[in-house]
C-alpha cells in the first residue's frame, strides 16, 4: 500500500497535486467544506468556527478515522495537509506505521513537498480567492511558511520528491 504525505504551507500546490494521484484524499478540509455546505454558509466562516468552537478536534478524529479505514482495506492514499515541521511528520509517520502493523500491511510512505516562491504562493491565495471564495488569513499564511522544515529521509520516509 502506498501513502503519500504533502508537505507544504498553504497555496503551495498540495491540494491540486493530490488530485492529480490515483489514491484516496485524506484531510480535514473535507470536513470543513462539509460543514460549510450543510450550514449554507462560507469555508471561510465554517473554518474560522470550527477553530473557535473545538470541531476541528472532531475532524481531525475523522481525518485518522478515514486514514485507518484505507490501512486496514489496503487502499492508497494521501494525506493532503500541511505537515510542516519534521517532528510532526515523524509522529505522523510513526502513527501510520504502528497503524499497519496493527493490521499486518505492508505499507511505502513517500513524501513529496513543495518549495515554491512566496510571491506565488500569494498569487495562488488570491486567485483561490476570487475562484473558490476560499481564503486564510495573511497572518496564519507568514507563520506557516516560518514554521516550514524541508523534510528529510531520516523523519521515516521511503521515498522523497521535490516539486517546484
Known amino acids: 500500500m502506498l501513502t503519500t504525505i504533502l508537505v507544504g504551507s498553504s497555496g503551495c500546490g498540495k491540494s491540486t497535486h493530490a488530485k492529480t494521484l490515483n489514491q484516496v484524499i485524506c484531510s480535514t478540509d473535507k470536513y470543513v467544506e462539509e460543514q460549510a455546505n450543510t ?9 474560522k468556527m470550527s477553530q473557535s468552537t473545538d470541531i476541528f478536534k472532531k475532524f481531525t478524529k475523522y481525518f485518522y478515522e478515514d486514514i485507518e ?4 482495506n489496503n487502499i492508497d492514499f494521501v494525506i493532503d495537509r500541511t505537515n510542516l515541521g519534521s517532528e510532526i511528520r515523524c509522529n505522523l509517520i510513526l502513527k501510520l506505521r504502528k497503524m499497519a502493523k496493527r493490521y499486518g500491511k505492508p505499507i511505502i510512505i513517500k513524501g513529496v513537498y513543495f518549495v515554491i516562491p512566496e510571491n506565488v504562493i500569494w498569487q495562488r491565495l488570491e486567485h483561490r480567492k476570487v475562484l473558490e471564495n476560499k481564503s486564510i488569513p495573511s497572518t496564519l499564511i507568514r507563520e506557516q511558511i516560518e514554521k516550514y522544515e524541508l523534510p528529510t529521509i531520516e523523519e521515516g520516509f521511503d521515498h522523497l520528491i521535490k516539486k517546484l
Open 39 to 47: 450550514l449554507g454558509i462560507s469555508y471561510d466562516n465554517a473554518f
Open 69 to 72: 479505514y484505507c490501512i486496514k
